[in-house]
T-cell receptor, first 113, second 111 residues
């Protein structure tokens, strides 16, 4: 089954404790992206990648890091999480670009205390 | 000012009604326009994609782009309770690779 998986689905952590949210897709897609979704602000792109070792900043990259060492994986790293990073995070992948069908993961709800 | 504006609703309509959902944008560089549907506790899914101006129809859904007014619309005909979801518009500028979303409009179709 074609899918995007994210782990963990739920995470409660404390300020400053480094964490990684994993994302994996099994569709051999070139494009991958991370979004955060907040009430009243909608979905905002954090980082995206157009291929292995090619990443770029989206709308709200501050406080986040990503890497794309393999085509299927695109982890999101919060080196020093802060409460304003409490949000619902989605990973997504697309075959050739964002105008192509973009497949979203199930979401990771992160709470930073 | 946000680059993409969308009325958050909520919008409630009776089953069978025609629904109109809208977004406005401020930058004329946007050329690619998308509509996503998001059910509660799920990730968004692509409904419609249009490039530049014009209309596109897919079953009960019609996407419309008016670049002169910087306004896009999604029409849902014969709305069904299963259409109850949040609808998000998204846009991409020519030559850019990042994507901008509206805040989403929550729609409820009442049986």
């Amino acid at each position: 089954e074609a899918q995007v998986t994210q782990n963990p689905r739920y995470l409660i952590t404390v300020t400053g404790k480094k964490l990684t949210v994993t994302c994996s897709q099994n569709m051999n897609h070139e494009y991958m992206s991370w979004y955060r979704q907040d009430p009243g602000l909608g979905l905002r792109q954090i980082y995206y990648s157009m291929n292995v070792e090619v990443t770029d900043k989206g709308d709200v990259p501050e406080g986040y890091k990503v890497s794309r060492k393999e085509k299927r994986n695109f982890p999101l790293i919060l080196e020093s999480p802060s409460p304003n990073q409490t949000s619902l995070y989605f990973c997504a992948s697309a075959r050739e670009g964002w105008a192509d069908t973009q497949y979203f993961g199930p979401g990771t709800r992160l709470t930073v205390l | 000012q946000k680059e993409v504006e969308q009325d958050p609703g909520p919008l409630s309509v009776p089953e069978g009604a025609i629904v109109s959902l809208n977004c406005t944008y401020s930058n004329s560089a946007f050329q690619y326009f998308m509509w996503y549907r998001q059910y509660s506790r799920k990730g968004p899914e692509l409904l419609m994609y249009t490039y530049s101006s014009g209309n596109k129809e897919d079953g009960r859904f019609t996407a419309q782009v008016d670049k002169s007014s910087k306004y896009i619309s999604l029409f849902i005909r014969d709305s069904q309770p299963s259409d109850s979801a949040t609808y998000l518009c998204a846009m991409q500028k020519t030559g850019a690779n990042n994507l901008f979303f509206g805040t989403g409009t929550r729609l409820t179709v009442i049986p």
